[in-house]
């Protein structure tokens, strides 16, 4: 199995464009409020799949405030979105939903973050696919600037793979909650992988059970560089 690094903002290259985001997404799956099981109220922060249209969805402005619902309401709401997802797609509390709108102030590198986000200038996109890297799926943004769409900028899609090994848990970690599945779990200091749980078909994936770490294979690092792309740092991590 080949490295593999967790990827981060590169915050002084960022600064140097001056480029920043008063958007969001367009649609929002409910926080849970008071959960049944283990009490608490929580959403997710990273887990959004850009290409899903619930236009058709009769009730699709019930998904346009960002806000939480009790557990029951929130299951109602899920499983209206689940079928326009793959199957196995995790659809937490507060899955962010379709294209993301608003406006784009400024410049931006090859690649910028929306919170758990990325962004990818196209032209820069479609020569990493040259590369012949995998999981690099972008989708039009509806990001206006001065007034006007905003078309070299994409948001990638990027598939929950993979999950962080028990060894990097705390010892007082508890088990997922059974009714809502949320994870009482930090972002670890020194993440680590495990293995047997890490895709080989995707260049880009983020982890299933801390969805706003994102992880790259070395064949992505080493395109990145080659083609002289910023905006993101790369951290090595290890696996077991």
């Known amino acids: 199995m080949g490295r593999f690094f967790c990827i981060g903002e590169d915050t002084e290259t960022v600064a140097g464009y001056g480029g920043s985001f008063n958007a ?9 409020k008071d959960c049944p099981g283990c009490r608490a109220s929580w959403s997710d922060l990273g887990c959004s799949y850009p290409s899903v249209d619930l236009s058709p969805i009769a009730e699709h402005r019930s998904f346009e405030e960002n806000r939480s619902e009790p557990f029951t309401e929130f299951v109602r709401l899920r499983e209206l979105v689940r079928p326009l997802l793959p199957p196995g797609s995790p659809l937490p509390p507060g899955t962010e939903l379709g294209p993301l709108t608003g406006k784009a102030l400024g410049k931006f590198p090859s690649f910028s973050w929306f919170i758990a986000s990325l962004v990818v200038n196209l032209g820069d996109l479609e020569s990493l696919q040259e590369q ?20 070299d900028l994409v948001e990638l899609e990027v598939l929950s793979r993979g999950s962080l090994h028990p060894a990097c848990f705390p010892r007082n970690t ?5 009714t809502c599945g949320r994870l009482a779990l930090r972002r670890p200091d020194k993440p680590i992988l495990d293995a047997a749980s890490l895709p080989t078909d995707l260049d880009l994936f983020r982890l299933t059970n801390s969805s706003a770490l994102l992880i790259v294979t070395e064949r992505f690092k080493d395109a990145v560089e080659a083609l002289g792309l910023d905006g993101l740092t790369f951290a090595e991590v290890t696996s077991r």
């Open 24 to 32: 969001e997404h367009r649609w929002f799956l409910p926080g849970v």
């Open 174 to 178: 508890l088990a997922p909650c059974s």
């Open 132 to 151: 012949g890297l995998t999981g690099l799926v972008g989708h039009p943004t509806a990001l206006t600037a001065r007034q006007k769409p905003v078309t």
